[in-house]
């Protein structure tokens, strides 16, 4: 059986036209499966019983199933899937609240972020992370990306699945050609419709890739998870470094800025005792303080059972945020989301592999 998300509006037109069916059906079969959710063709209650039967014979919509899920105080639910040849990855649910105003009311807007895996497992090993610690399985493809979307927009429990991260397990500009694949069913308006600045890619400093995205036709976010300005302190936490070192990734980055005019964000944990001094502020600085567009988004460290670390008190985190405002870059400090529930990267893949 093959996955039918594996096929864009194109080819699925080509699919239909080549059993003699109109082509127009495969904008409704779209509309089934990425807008109103559906997992099964005989519910495709508008098309010939007929095509349904084909279809049903050849593909399928969902191939992963749901192996457990922890549900948040503050609405954060994190979902753990089986895949077909029984890997496991993850998914999280973020619901975010906006006050919008109108006129004199005040409304709430609900949506949901999705935070998806792009890989079982790691290859890169950062040192703070729960994903790789269990090493690297295989990529996914588009379907299965598609696969957790789907999933996901399907149980969001406040708003609709509004924006889309690729901050789970892996690395996806190491699975780059499906990544990409399934980000165009994502964004299409006859899929998903999520619009691409919506939609953020996060590297741990893929230089190839980083530098391919910039010749898309895409305008997705990008971020650079960076968490430490010197080469030295990098290679440690980030083995990665050690192939595409500070200098280069800077260069690099400074060159999609100037490609695409659009903002890279800079991902910086803040850990105990290993990366929050001042001393650590002035570096990052240093290197970032000639880049255009860029901004940094401090992350407190998520406490990770197996690597032992811990973030900076909060006074610190205040010295840390302050001292690169004054220093004239754009700053926003994230409070991680779903603590109680193992959110962090793979924490909920590592806890159910450990049984
Ligand atoms: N490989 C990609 C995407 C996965 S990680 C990347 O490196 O960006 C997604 C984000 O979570 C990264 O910024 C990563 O550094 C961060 N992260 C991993 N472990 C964490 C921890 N223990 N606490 C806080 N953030 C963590």
């Known amino acids: 059986m093959q996955d039918i998300k594996e096929l864009n509006l194109k080819t699925l037109e080509d699919k239909l036209l080549s059993w003699g069916s109109p082509k127009y059906h495969a904008r409704g079969i779209f509309n089934w499966i990425y807008q109103k959710g559906v997992y099964e063709f005989s519910q495709m209650s508008n098309l010939p019983i007929s095509l349904r039967g084909l279809l049903a014979k050849e593909y399928l919509i969902l191939s992963l199933h749901l192996a457990d899920t922890q549900k948040s105080s503050d609405g954060t639910t994190k979902f753990l899937f089986e895949l077909a040849d029984k ?33 079982a497992g790691c290859k890169f090993g950062c040192s703070f992370c729960a994903s790789g610690q269990k090493g690297f399985k295989r990529n996914l ?3 299965e990306i598609l696969d957790e979307v789907l999933y996901l927009k399907n149980n969001t429990s406040i708003g609709n699945l ?10 996806p500009l190491d699975n780059y050609d499906h990544l990409l694949k399934a980000i165009r069913i994502i ?33 997705v976010e990008l971020s650079i998870s960076l968490h430490a300005a010197v080469d030295k302190l990098r290679n440690q936490l980030m083995p990665v470094n050690n192939k595409y070192p500070l200098a280069t990734l800077i260069k690099c980055c400074q060159e999609y800025i100037t ?6 964000t800079f991902e910086y944990i803040l850990i105990k005792g290993v990366n929050a001094d001042a001393v650590a502020a002035g ?32 006074a610190q985190i205040d010295y840390f945020k302050q001292y690169l405002i004054k220093s004239g870059l754009n700053v926003t400090l994230r409070r991680e989301r779903g603590q109680d529930i193992d959110a962090a990267c793979g924490q909920l893949r590592l806890k159910y592999e450990k049984i």
């Open 162 to 171: 509004t924006h889309i991260v690729f901050m789970g397990t892996g690395e």
């Open 283 to 314: 570096n990052l600085v240093k290197l970032l303080k000639d880049l255009r567009l860029a901004k940094v988004n401090l992350i407190p460290a998520n406490c990770v059972a197996e690597s032992k670390i811990f973030p900076p008190d909060d």
């Open 259 to 264: 490609k695409t005019n659009r903002q890279i």
């Open 141 to 143: 493809s588009a379907g």
């Open 187 to 219: 964004n299409s308006p006859d899929a998903f419709n999520v619009g691409a600045r919506r939609i953020t890619i996060s590297t741990c400093g893929i230089i190839p890739g980083i530098k391919k995205l910039a010749q898309e036709d895409l305008q």
């Open 87 to 119: 890997n496991l990855v993850e998914a999280v649910n973020i619901p975010m609240v906006k006050r919008a105003s109108t006129g004199k009311t005040a409304n709430r807007l609900h949506s949901t972020t999705g935070c998806i895996s792009s890989q």
